[in-house]
């Protein structure tokens, strides 16, 4: 199982975007499906996990009340991460990755990662 993640770009302080991760497989199933972002010259840091099965997502304190996670309920292959009201600090490179425990949300890092896609949020 691999990722694909698109959506990210250049954005302003305080605007809006939105990550998409598609996974190689038909479904994901119940899997446990999380965003990680590596912030210059910073370690990869979970932000965001969403076990399929509950839907009861987990927020870093960093991002929650702003960042919202979701399923595309008519592919279930598809992971969304919503930003808002973005912040300089948010810049990164963001990733998807399913939660090495498969179906729960640990946020240790998995051991293979995608290419991930970029976001830039200028002051």
């Known amino acids: 199982l691999y990722f694909v993640e698109s959506g990210g770009g250049l954005v302003h302080t305080g605007g809006s975007m939105k990550l998409s991760c598609v996974g190689s497989?038909?479904?994901?199933?119940?899997?446990?499906i999380a965003w990680f972002r590596r912030a210059p010259g910073k370690e990869r840091e979970g932000i965001a996990c969403?076990?399929?099965?509950?839907?009861?997502?987990?927020y870093a304190d960093s991002v929650k009340g702003r960042f919202a996670v979701s399923v595309d309920l008519a592919s279930h292959n598809t992971i969304f991460l919503q930003m808002n009201n973005l912040k300089p600090e948010d810049t990164g490179t963001y990733y998807c990755?399913?939660?090495?425990?498969?179906?729960?949300?640990?946020?240790?890092?998995?051991?293979?990662w995608g290419q991930g896609t970029q976001v830039t949020v200028s002051s």
């Open positions: 990755a399913r939660d090495p425990t498969f179906y729960h949300c640990s946020f240790a890092l998995p051991d293979h």
């Open positions: 497989e038909r479904t994901l199933r119940d899997y446990a």
């Open positions: 969403l076990p399929l099965s509950t839907r009861n997502a987990s």
